[in-house]
Structures are given as structure tokens and as C-alpha cells.
């Protein structure tokens, strides 16, 4: 069984930092790719930023210059760096990869169960 779990997440003023943390576990064979995702209230998920299973990162415009993803392999974990954030940054925060599991042929895609972040002065 493979599990993400998020945290850091948390209310913050306009302007503000918040660093997002997923860790992945369980019977893990291999990760081909992580990312974050985010659903504003009565909007679709969306893709803030990502690593393809190349190592490439990609990030939607909205954030460019402002948030940075990063990972650390050794830990299974993928972070999320938010700088200079804004109102319209309120959302949940979703952790999603591409994990193969000990035993399995192909890789599945997991989600973790979100941390909220709210930007509000």
C-alpha cells in the first residue's frame, strides 16, 4: 500500500512564504513523477508545478518565479516552496505521483489528501 501524505499548509499574509511537504511510503519500487496540484472553492484542479519522469520541472504561469518544487529521492518526499503569495493562491493543495509499486509491472497514480492554504490578511 503507497500512501502520500502532505503537510504545511496553513493561513499566511499576502506576501508571505509557506514551504508544502510530501512524503511518499509504503512499497515502493519506483517514482516516475511527482507534482503539486491545487482546487480553489468552485474551481477545477489545476497543475501548479511538476517534475516529468525525465527530472524536467514545469510550472503554471501563475507561479513562475514564485514557487519552486523540488524533491528529495533519498526521502520519497517532494516539496513545495511558495514565495510572495497572493489571495488568489487560496486553495487546497494536492500532492499526486506516478508510483510503481514492489511486485507491479506499471506505474498508478496517487494523490495525497490535501493541506490547505489560505492567503488573507
Known amino acids: 500500500q503507497v500512501q502520500l501524505v502532505e503537510s504545511g499548509g496553513g493561513l499566511v499574509q499576502p506576501g508571505g512564504s509557506l514551504r508544502l511537504s510530501c512524503a511518499a511510503s509504503?512499497?515502493?519500487?519506483?517514482?516516475?513523477?511527482m507534482a503539486w496540484y491545487r482546487q480553489a472553492p468552485g474551481k477545477q484542479r489545476e497543475l501548479v508545478a511538476g517534475?516529468?519522469?525525465?527530472?524536467?520541472?514545469n510550472y503554471a504561469d501563475s507561479v513562475k518565479g514564485r514557487f519552486t518544487i523540488s524533491r528529495d529521492n533519498a526521502k520519497n518526499t517532494v516539496y513545495l516552496q511558495m514565495n510572495n503569495l497572493k489571495p488568489e493562491d487560496t486553495a487546497v493543495y494536492y500532492c499526486?505521483?506516478?508510483?510503481?509499486?514492489?511486485?507491479?509491472?506499471?506505474?498508478?497514480?496517487?494523490w495525497g489528501q490535501g493541506t490547505q492554504v489560505t492567503v488573507s490578511s
Open positions: 499526486n505521483a506516478a508510483i510503481r509499486e514492489i511486485g507491479s509491472y506499471h506505474p498508478y497514480n496517487y
Open positions: 517534475f516529468t519522469s525525465g527530472g524536467r520541472t
Open positions: 509504503g512499497s515502493i519500487f519506483s517514482i516516475n513523477g
